[in-house]
């Protein structure tokens, strides 16, 4: 019999990876429609963790109104990211501007840029400290299954992940905006030749992509209760790192490489103090880029 | 050193089922002006590019000099002695003529960073490198404009700066793709001058291009593809009366 | 043309040498002298890192690896077995160049954005093991105690001397990476970088040069970092974080991507813009998210481009048939 400890850190280790399986999808959206990667996503998880931490200490929000408050505020500043930092180097849609290494590197340096005038921001407003959401909040109830033990919490963020994620799929498939995506993923210049209007494709993207890390973040935060202005930018590195393991454009494939992520990192919890294991994180990212370019599951082009 | 200077045999490349290149043989010998023609799709450049090591081929083999190049990288390729443009026109727009063209130069001198650093021991090859970029310069008549960013010249300029950047390299052959694209009548007439000068010099071109009486009247040879078989390959005179070049070309006068 | 007679580097080097401590004896205090000194070794920096990022094309954020690499070679070789100053800038200089070149060999065919997240993770993995490697490197606690420069025998002391060490170094650094870029080799680099399918097909060695320069970035960085750990005499990890790898690259962007007098005014407006901002308080790094993300925006040349800096030294290309066959402007 596995040791019930092992399975318990497994278990977290699975719930902790699909945080950042929610994250990387919405650097896989983005990328795969603009071949860009957008660095500022790590805020909208930490602005989802902050409006949680706002809205119940400040605002006193019951839970089921914060729900609806962190959609609000992970869909604005998804555009606020669109708009700033993105839109402004997007002179032509046609595929080689859209997707040209000038722009790629420019909006990696602009997003980067954004990312950090927020995360400072906010560390100047709270002082860089780790700020704790009110007891009553908090979904830190232990659980027990069998032998393997789990917060609410932590059960909690599985849950809420499958949730976003069986919406992501109900919405590519079967709204007009996500099949819109779609398209547009696959086969951009068919895409525009059907009529659909690649800018409002990307904003979309952006909203879609940064609500999805709002709510993680809004999760993490009431499952370990505590915020803090950096939070974010820890998460998207290893929400990166899932992309591109997952092969870059596959959504699946992001999906499941952050729960790989996060299983290795709680394995190597395991045998190793808890400053190592953010290397488990780099070390697999560079080992990926070195041997697998391609990733693990390349989703093959139209 | 006798034999031909390229000997393509039975290349073919296939893109998931489409045969872009299917088969194609056919030799060029030292000093010849070769035209590659053929309709839209006939597959010329994807030919081009594996002969220059861009692509990877399927399947045949390539023999340059009497040695087998297919599967050499395009740098190995090109230092060997084949030097090739491109079809759309890729030069370095932002910096200096003179620094486009001794990019080629480079190419076959080479540099290195202990040479650089230290100013007595790379000497002899900046000037090499000096040396043919201005000779290459001064043959397209484009001296005057050295100093000046590439992106600043006329079109018919730039085609000119990519024939002159390729020729820096001192090739044995030269590909030229689609070199008289979008020149009007005078400079197409100073391109085949030039070319046909080359040729004379001792310089083997082979060629892809759509302009058919520059062809005719200056190719010693013409290889005709047809949806990536070869369908023709003598001199112009033949070609001209080939019912099945015709008959490729959909009645359009050679 | 004649008025390019001037000879800028020279000029260059008597204010560096000259201009600049005789200002800091009349009016100078300790601290200005000592900010010189940070300027000095900023440039250092943002020249290393123009090398990669301007002229060969690289974006990258792994300045801190090799800086740190060099100071913590130089601290731990001095503290522990006594080298001279030389020796541990050397050693410096040969870790960094033997890491550089293994990483760079690894890394350079990565396409552009992954090699600057490559770079990025190098970084943030660097820190981490500096962080935690408590018995190599002391951890958090950082490294006291590091000797003075020592050269010839004698223990540079004074604000003057060791400004003197400094302006040196930089000068000496400049003038490598100077020889490099306005050159055929620099040229060369750059044609990779424009189009790199391109290039090899004119016969480049595009591997080799990108992974050579990548190697000598690493080494000017890390022999910077010997040198900052002797001149400080005190490192710790906080100096080695990403962000300062940031903070470098928004001096190569807003000096001028490729342009080395570029990158100089980079590495000055780095390090004064904050000084001259002291009053608002410590907002250093959102000042620099502003800055870089303005600079993308509206200045992607940045302040002195690479067009005018090639154009400016365009004297120092191989002169004589160049010279004597080129029509007078």
């Known amino acids: ?302 | 050193m006798s034999g031909p200077l390229l000997e393509v045999r039975g290349l073919a490349k296939h893109f998931q089922g489409l045969r872009a290149v299917d088969d194609v043989s056919f030799d060029v010998a030292r000093g010849e002006l070769i035209g590659l023609i053929g309709p839209n799709g006939a597959g010329k450049t994807t030919l081009f590019n594996c002969i220059a090591g861009a692509i990877a081929r399927t399947t045949g083999d390539v023999e340059f000099g009497g040695r087998s190049i297919a599967g050499l990288d395009p740098g190995r390729i090109a230092r060997l002695g084949i030097a090739r443009t491109y079809q759309n026109l890729r030069i370095f727009p932002d910096i200096t003529v003179f620094d486009n063209v001794s990019a080629g130069a480079i190419g076959r001198v080479g540099v290195s960073l202990l040479g650089t650093l230290v100013p007595q021991l790379g000497r002899r090859r900046d000037e090499a490198i000096a040396e043919a970029a201005l000779a290459a310069l001064e043959r397209f008549d484009l001296l005057a404009f050295a100093d000046q960013p590439a992106g600043n010249l006329a079109y018919g300029q730039k085609k000119q700066l990519e024939i002159a950047r390729a020729l820096a390299l001192q090739p044995t052959l030269l590909l030229l793709d689609e070199p008289a694209a979008g020149l009007n009548d005078t400079e197409t007439g100073e391109l085949a001058t030039r070319l046909r000068a080359l040729r004379d010099a001792g310089l083997t071109i082979l060629l892809v291009e759509h302009d058919m009486p520059m062809v005719m009247r200056i190719c010693d040879r013409i290889v005709v593809l047809d949806s990536g078989r070869k369908i023709a390959d003598g001199v112009p005179a033949s070609i001209r009366a080939n019912a099945a070049v015709r008959a490729a070309y959909l009645g359009d006068e050679p | ?329």
């Open chain 1, 1 to 302: 019999m596995i040791d019930t400890f092992v399975l318990s850190q497994l278990a977290i280790g699975v719930s902790v990876g699909m945080t950042y399986s929610i994250v990387a999808i919405g650097l896989t959206l983005i990328y795969r429609v603009l071949s860009a990667v957008n660095f500022a996503h790590g805020e909208a998880y930490t602005l989802g963790a902050f409006t949680t931490l706002i809205a119940a200490t400040s605002l006193k929000l019951p839970l089921w109104a914060i729900v609806p408050l962190t959609l609000l505020v992970g869909a604005a500043f998804g555009w606020g990211v669109e708009r700033a930092a993105f839109r402004p180097f997007r002179k032509f849609t046609d595929e080689a501007s859209l997707k040209s290494r000038a722009v790629r590197e420019a909006t990696l340096l602009s997003s980067f840029a954004l990312g950090l005038v927020v995360r400072e921001v906010l560390d100047r407003i709270y002082h860089g400290e780790w700020l704790a959401i009110p007891q009553q909040y908090l979904l830190s109830s232990p659980l027990s299954f069998g032998g393997i033990n789990l917060s609410v919490g932590e059960l909690a963020i599985g849950i809420v992940s499958l949730v976003m994620l069986a919406s992501l799929q109900f919405m590519l498939h079967r709204t007009r905006t996500g099949i819109a995506i779609r398209a547009v993923s696959s086969n951009l210049v068919g895409a525009q030749f059907s009529g659909i209007d690649i800018n409002r494709v990307v904003v979309a993207v952006f909203i879609v992509g940064s609500l999805l890390g709002a709510v993680a973040g809004m999760v993490v935060s009431l499952a370990y209760g505590n915020v803090q202005s950096y939070m974010g930018l820890t998460v998207v590195i290893k929400a990166f790192v899932a992309m591109v393991i997952g092969g870059l454009t596959s959504l699946p494939g992001a999906v499941i490489a952050g729960i790989l992520i996060g299983v290795a990192e709680s394995t190597a919890g395991i045998f190793l103090p808890s400053a190592w294991t953010e290397m488990v994180a780099y070390g697999m990212l560079l080992l990926t880029l070195l041997f697998l370019p391609q990733g693990l599951f390349t989703r093959r082009r139209a």
């Open chain 3, 1 to 329: 043309m004649s008025r390019h007679r001037v000879p800028i580097r020279l000029a260059f080097a008597f204010v560096l040498l000259a201009l600049v401590p005789a200002l800091l004896a009349w009016g100078g205090s300790p601290y200005l002298a000592r900010l010189a000194q940070v300027v000095l070794v900023a440039i250092v920096l943002t020249g290393a890192l123009n090398l990669l990022v301007g002229t060969a094309g690289l974006l990258a954020l792994d300045t801190v690896v090799f800086y740190g690499l060099g100071a913590y070679t130089a601290a731990i070789l001095s503290v522990n077995s006594g080298t001279s100053f030389l020796t541990n800038v050397a050693t410096a200089v040969l870790l960094a160049s033997v890491i550089g070149a293994i990483c760079g060999f690894a890394l350079v065919r990565l396409t552009s954005i992954f090699f600057a997240v490559a770079t990025m993770a190098l970084a943030i993995s660097f820190h981490t093991t500096v962080l935690n490697w408590g018995e190599l490197t002391r951890g958090p606690m950082g490294y006291r105690g590091i000797p003075p420069v020592r050269l010839f025998g004698h223990s540079v002391s004074g604000w003057l001397e060791s400004y003197y060490v400094t302006a040196v170094f930089c000068l000496i650094a400049l003038f490598v990476m100077h020889r490099v870029v306005h050159s055929f080799y620099g040229n060369a680099a750059r044609a990779i970088r424009e189009d790199e399918e391109c290039a090899l097909s004119l016969g480049l060695r595009t591997r080799l040069i990108r992974v050579q320069i990548y190697t000598l970035h690493a080494a000017i960085t890390g022999a910077a970092g010997a040198l900052y750990a002797h001149s400080n005499q005190f490192i710790g990890p906080d100096n080695f974080v990403i962000f300062e790898s940031a903070l470098v690259l928004t001096g190569v962007i807003v000096g001028g991507i490729g342009s080395l007098p570029g990158a100089v005014i980079g590495g000055v407006v780095m390090v004064l813009l904050p000084e001259a901002l002291r009053e608002i308080g410590n907002l250093r790094a959102l000042v620099f998210g502003i800055v870089l993300f303005l600079s993308i925006l509206f200045l992607p040349r940045g302040l002195f481009s690479e067009v005018r800096a090639l154009a400016l030294f365009r004297r120092d290309m191989p002169k004589s048939p160049w010279a004597r066959r080129r029509p007078a402007p």
